[in-house]
T-cell receptor
Framework: GENVEQHPSTLSVQEGDSAVIKCTYSDSASNYFPWYKQELGKRPQLIIDIRSNVGEKKDQRIAVTLNKTAKHFSLHITETQPEDSAVYFCAATVFHDMRFGAGTRLTVKP | DAGVIQSPRHEVTEMGQEVTLRCKPISGHNSLFWYRQTMMRGLELLIYFNNNVPIDDSGMPEDRFSAKMPNASFSTLKIQPSEPRDSAVYFC??????????FGQGTRLTVV
């Protein structure tokens, strides 16, 4: 099945700085790549997603890029705020099979 | 829409007991997923259904785990007998086709 690797496992940035989280996937048939944010004790919440026919997508301070040739995709958060602190998960989907990366704990220091 | 609804929110049970977790997907969604989350293993896909049919259960850890989806609005995940290593948060999620998946609030299971 699909194998998703996510880096880094922890990331600490100063408020206002940018944060980048990277993921790679193994199955070239993967065609849908969502990103989830999970706050402590809560459910994962979808924050942005991208399909394989698109190279980049942006929503306010967050953006995702996809390189299908290299089989990697990234999450970019600009102008980080303390409320961005959470665990972020990437995922890759083949048909209905959605597999997650191990997660990145982002801490934004005020 | 109330979103994906899971019950119970918390379950504490003794080793050897049967545990049943329940999930009601978002109305109209035709894919349903069961995930298990632990610190050590992260978010693991246990099984997913499409149009009520189990498509891939290769993530189910052992024969002690079973899942059913008798209709489009209800699914169960059963563990029998339960063991302490089954302690985790179990999430159910649903989606429409290969679209966005939405998670329930999860069931925190503790097996003592």
């Amino acid at each position: 099945g699909e194998n998703v690797e996510q880096h880094p496992s922890t990331l600490s940035v100063q408020e206002g700085d940018s944060a980048v989280i990277k993921c790679t996937y193994s199955d070239s048939a993967s065609n849908y790549f969502p990103w989830y944010k999970q706050e402590l004790g809560k459910r994962p919440q979808l924050i942005i997603d991208i399909r394989s026919n698109v190279g980049e997508k942006k929503d306010q301070r967050i953006a995702v890029t996809l390189n299908k040739t290299a089989k990697h995709f990234s999450l970019h958060i600009t102008e980080t705020q303390p409320e961005d602190s959470a665990v972020y998960f990437c995922a890759a989907t083949v048909f209905h099979d959605m597999r997650f990366g191990a997660g990145t704990r982002l801490t934004v220091k005020p | 829409d109330a979103g994906v609804i899971q019950s119970p929110r918390h379950e504490v049970t003794e080793m050897g007991q049967e545990v049943t977790l329940r999930c009601k997907p978002i109305s109209g969604h035709n894919s349903l997923f069961w995930y298990r989350q632990t610190m050590m293993r992260g978010l693991e896909l246990l099984i997913y259904f499409n149009n009520n049919v189990p498509i891939d259960d290769s993530g189910m850890p052992e024969d002690r785990f079973s899942a059913k989806m008798p209709n489009a609005s209800f699914s169960t995940l059963k563990i029998q007998p339960s063991e302490p290593r089954d302690s985790a948060v179990y999430f159910c999620a649903s989606s429409l086709g290969e679209g966005r998946a939405f998670f329930g609030q999860g069931t925190r299971l503790t097996v003592v």
